[in-house]
């Protein structure tokens, strides 16, 4: 089975110069996967997209995606 695309969601990079844009897909079966990629030249040398998942009950699981500076290790959290 092949993946679609449920949903592109772009958002301005730290630098505010060009975008960080996540690809959600699902297939048939029900699986998903996302990317996330840096469209920033300047954003891709300077940080790394990092992030931590959780789970709190009842079920409501999340992720949270970061830029980390790859030089500090400094995070900004992103919103998508």
């Known amino acids: 089975m092949s993946y679609e695309v449920d949903r ?3 958002i301005e990079c730290p630098c505010c110069n060009g975008k960080i844009k996540q690809t959600s897909e699902s297939n048939d079966w029900n699986q998903t996967r996302e990317y996330i990629e840096i469209l920033c030249d300047e954003c891709k040398e300077k940080y790394e997209i990092v ?3 959780y789970n709190p009950k009842p079920k409501h699981d999340y992720t949270i995606y970061y830029c ?3 030089i500090n290790g400094q995070k900004i959290q992103l919103d998508l």
């Open 51 to 53: 992030h931590e998942y």
């Open 8 to 10: 592109i969601k772009e």
């Open 68 to 70: 980390k500076n790859k």
